[in-house]
């Protein structure tokens, strides 16, 4: 069972436009991790949101958190080829003096030149 | 100012072997972690573990696969017998010690193919 729902699975879009991906879940989170992972490469977090209606912004990227923290959303504005990749969600646990991300199966982006 | 070392980047090897993955976390993290990755089930966790402790296992599959962090030297994936089913990605991270959530950095992975 997918705790973490990830749309659109797909994305191609061209150079200039925005787009919204999504993260949904039917169970309230502590926190919400976002992630982008590009081709050969292993993931690296872009941000952590904890508080529901929280909104954080990174350069061109705008993270949300729902209001119940059951979901959250991230916009890109003016998309760039550098900005292909993979975008995972991931809810935290906590477990032995640590958290673990479980990890939705993401959203894999093509921004064409 | 090294990141997460894995190595090898890419391991064939044929029913029945060996596969040894290393990970070499940042200097000065005590917390390691792997992570396996196919298409169809996306990116799963497998092991947590501290220096010479094993702290969390409950993704690790119950035969075949062991993992390790010795007080020195780097960590060890370790799969016996492989099958065609183990062929995936196999990512490491590290973290610093103490409970603090953004703090996973992880390597850019191991690609086992079992033949």
């Known amino acids: 069972t997918q705790l973490l729902e990830q749309s659109p699975q797909f994305l191609s879009i061209q150079e200039g436009e925005n787009l919204t991906v999504y993260c949904n879940s039917s169970?309230?989170?502590?926190?919400l991790q976002w992630y982008r992972q590009e081709p050969g490469e292993g993931p690296v977090l872009l941000v952590t949101?904890?508080?529901?209606?929280e909104v954080k912004k990174l350069k061109r990227l705008t993270f949300q958190f729902g209001d119940a923290r059951k979901d959250s959303s991230l916009h890109i504005t003016a998309a760039q080829p550098g900005d292909t990749g993979l975008y995972l969600c991931?809810?935290?646990?906590?477990?032995?003096?640590?958290?673990?991300?479980?990890f939705g199966r993401g959203t894999s982006l093509i921004v064409h030149p | 100012n090294a990141g997460v070392m894995q190595n090898p980047r890419h391991l064939v090897r044929r029913r029945g072997q060996e596969a040894r993955l290393r990970c070499s976390p940042v200097?000065?993290?005590?917390?390691v972690y792997w992570y396996r990755q196919l298409p169809e089930e996306g990116l799963k966790f497998m092991v947590y573990?501290?220096?010479?402790?094993?702290?969390?296992e409950s993704g690790m599959p119950k035969e075949r696969f062991s993992a390790e962090f010795p007080k020195e030297g780097p960590s060890i994936l370790r799969i016996q017998q492989v099958v065609r089913g183990d062929s995936a990605a196999y990512f490491c991270?590290?973290?610093?010690?103490?409970?603090?959530?953004?703090?996973?950095?992880f390597g850019p992975g191991t690609r086992l193919l079992v033949l």
């Open positions: 949101v904890v508080t529901g209606g």
């Open positions: 991270a590290s973290s610093p010690p103490g409970m603090v959530r953004e703090t996973q950095y």
């Open positions: 169970s309230v989170f502590s926190s």
């Open positions: 573990l501290q220096k010479e402790n094993i702290i969390d």
């Open positions: 991931a809810r935290t646990k906590a477990s032995g003096g640590s958290y673990i991300p479980t």
């Open positions: 200097k000065g993290h005590s917390h």
